[in-house]
């Protein structure tokens, strides 16, 4: 049984070497290597590829990827120490060439007054390389993340893909037949939670596919309005944690459509959601977020320019804007004079003469509350 269980255990030994072994061959760091083995197992050849793809898209067969590339993550207070500086340093304490070692603890600003253990210098580096490696922005797509969780249990429909594809076949999976849309329209277009990262959507709207910047809620998540054909035209940011709804944009980071905007402001009544309309793009959607888009009768631009609009209001009312602070039509109507019924001018006059007291501007965040 001993001799059995010898045996045994020399085969697992030869398999993990190749494994490990498969992926140095990629292109791979040894370390990084052992570090996908030990953290995926079975997975972790095809979580490497698919890495190596992610990051190495335009040319999979420059040698020099790994060296050329950005991996981990930055380290606060070090931004020119990063995971390949990390790497190295494990390099060197591994090798057990003390002077080596020393220059480099020097190169990089390290204290070289300590004795040094050596053994506890790789285990320490190997965790530092663990840790910053594993925060890499690949790691944290919903797709990856569902594999490592287990939530994605059969890996074979996959497997032969490319990353991208592989990406993208789970997102059409999970968003069009997993996924409960939070509202359906009578015209079969329809508003779905596509997580906080979804590429699927990011390639087919233009833009990263992920709320990154967007909110500092750690629930943050992506909504997308799809048209019956599954084909994306808004993204939004929800915050649940702040009840807002942020990040609103088009194809390509541009101003959401007029005739889409009706859709976003019916989102955010059925979230109970506030509109940041303070960061919109759309004037449209900045003036309507700000007065309730139910009071907005209709916006014209009285100018001829693009800096200030007229707000009629269904109450009959009637205000000007440009679109940061509000005044009164008749405010205007009783200043035309002095600017000789300039109204361009009239307008500059009123919005930036900020020392007149007879003329009380209205701050956008406030209007919705005086109308």
């Known amino acids: 049984m001993a001799l059995i269980k010898e045996y045994i255990e020399i085969l697992i030994e030869g398999l993990i070497f190749e494994s490990k072994q498969d992926i140095v061959n990629l292109g791979f760091p040894p370390v990084i290597a052992s570090f996908f083995f030990e953290q995926f197992g079975q997975k972790a050849f095809l979580l490497a590829r698919w890495y190596k793809e992610y990051k190495n898209f335009r040319n999979q067969d420059d040698d020099n990827w790994w060296r050329v590339g950005d991996h ?21 304490a591994l090798s057990g060439d003390t002077e080596k070692y020393q220059a480099a ?38 797709f990856v993340k569902d594999i490592i969780s287990g939530k994605i249990p059969d890996l074979k429909p996959y497997t032969k893909l490319a990353y991208q594809e592989a990406q993208d076949k789970y997102d059409k999976k999970r968003v069009f037949k997993e996924a409960e849309p939070l509202k359906t329209y009578p015209n079969g277009w329809k508003w779905i ?7 699927l959507v990011g390639g087919q709207m233009k833009n990263c596919g992920s709320t990154g910047v967007m909110s500092m809620d750690p629930d943050r998540t992506m909504i997308t309005l799809f048209d019956p054909r599954n084909k994306p035209h808004v993204v939004v940011t929800w915050s649940p944690g702040d009840k807002r709804i942020s990040g609103d944009e088009g194809v390509g980071g541009s101003a959401v459509k007029e005739i889409y905007q009706e859709y976003v402001f019916d989102l955010a009544d059925i979230l109970g959601a506030r509109f940041d309309f303070d960061r919109t793009k759309s004037d449209v959607m900045k003036i309507k977020g700000a007065i309730g888009p139910k009071k907005v009768k209709s916006i014209t631009n009285p100018t001829g320019g693009s800096y200030y609009s007229r707000v009629e209001l269904v109450s009959g009312d009637t205000w000007y804007t440009n679109g940061y602070t509000y005044v009164p039509e008749a405010v205007v109507q009783e200043n035309l004079p002095e600017y000789g019924n300039d109204l361009q001018k009239t307008l500059v006059g009123i919005f930036h003469n900020r020392n007149n007291p007879n003329i009380k501007l209205v701050p956008a965040f406030s209007i919705g509350s005086v109308v």
Request: proline fraction near 5%; hydrophobic fraction near 35%.
């Open 193 to 199: 939670n596509v997580g906080p990262k979804c590429q």
């Open 72 to 92: 981990g993550i930055a380290i606060p207070g070090h931004r020119h120490f990063r995971l390949p500086d990390i790497i190295y340093m494990y390099n060197t």
């Open 105 to 142: 603890r020097r190169e990089y600003g390290f204290s070289t007054e300590e004795e040094i253990d050596f053994g506890e210098a790789v285990k320490m580096w190997k965790a530092e390389i663990k840790e910053n490696f594993s925060e890499d922005i690949f790691f944290k797509s919903v």
